[in-house]
């Protein structure tokens, strides 16, 4: 029959044993516990007690238990990060197509947002950085990966959020000239030829709105406002175009 120190003895050489699979072999807390195996439980009051090697192999324990769970949930981790750094990388092509379409379309406007620049800062950047984690677990530094992950995370989230602004940002005013643009074939529809126009006003106000909605580069708001004089002078000469 094996006595209780027998059984704590196995028990702390089986902590080791998971510390040593995990490359935690030569922390602190398992040298610690690996000193008072090698000292007889009954050896002088100096030496680790029986209660001494029970707190030892509680902090052992704990510690190998920590990375045995970042050893499960890291790589998953690291795969979901490879994966939202292609998102944001995506995110920020599609908002520079943006921005310089909307320079085009409807010129340097202050509202418009330059997205962020993913190389800007070097080694630090998302990309350099996630790589470096990715080594670190290779190499079986989980907690180093694991808690590096957590501050590129925040780094990526304030990113993609960065990128997510300025795309939407830079549609805005494209998608209001578009609707502009149907707003104003929509009502001449409407309205088609019915109606009082003696003194062409409201054909010219179209042709107005065509010519302002169509040209390169497009004044939004300038737009916005004849599309509005011309849906009221529209409805002055067609009131029936309001039912």
């Known amino acids: 029959m094996t006595s209780p120190a027998d059984e704590a003895q196995t028990a702390a050489h089986d902590i080791i044993a998971r510390a040593q699979a995990v490359g935690a072999g030569g922390d602190v807390e398992i040298t610690a516990l690996e000193t008072a195996l090698q000292t007889a439980v009954t050896g002088p009051a100096a030496v680790a007690s029986p209660a001494d090697l029970d707190g030892l192999m509680a902090a052992a324990g704990a510690r190998v238990e920590a990375l045995e769970q970042l050893r499960q949930i890291v790589p998953d981790e690291l795969v979901k990060a490879a994966?939202?750094?292609v998102e944001i990388e995506e995110l920020v092509e599609k908002a520079t197509a943006t921005l310089e379409l909307a320079r085009t379309e409807v010129g340097a406007r202050p509202d418009l947002v330059g997205p962020p620049d993913l190389q800007a800062a070097g080694d630090q950047s998302l990309g350099p950085w996630l790589a470096r984690l990715q080594a670190l677990a290779e190499a079986g530094?989980?907690?180093?990966?694991g808690a590096?992950?957590?501050?590129?995370?925040?780094?990526?989230?304030?990113?993609?959020?960065?990128?997510?602004?300025?795309?939407?940002?830079?549609a805005a005013p494209l998608a209001r000239q578009n609707e502009l643009r149907a707003l104003l074939e929509a009502y001449r529809a409407k309205v088609g030829n019915r109606g009082r126009d003696e003194d062409g006003r409201v054909d010219r106000l179209y042709q107005e709105c065509r010519d302002i909605l169509y040209t390169a580069p497009c004044d939004v708001e300038r737009a916005d406002a004849l599309v509005q004089e011309y849906m009221g002078a529209a409805d002055a000469a067609v009131p029936e175009a309001k039912r």
Not at 141 to 145: I, L, N, P, S, T
Not at 150 to 168: K, Q
């Open 83 to 85: 994966a939202e750094l």
């Open 141 to 145: 530094d989980w907690e180093a990966a």
């Open 148 to 170: 590096g992950l957590s501050g590129w995370s925040v780094a990526a989230d304030a990113c993609m959020a960065a990128a997510r602004e300025a795309e939407e940002a830079n």
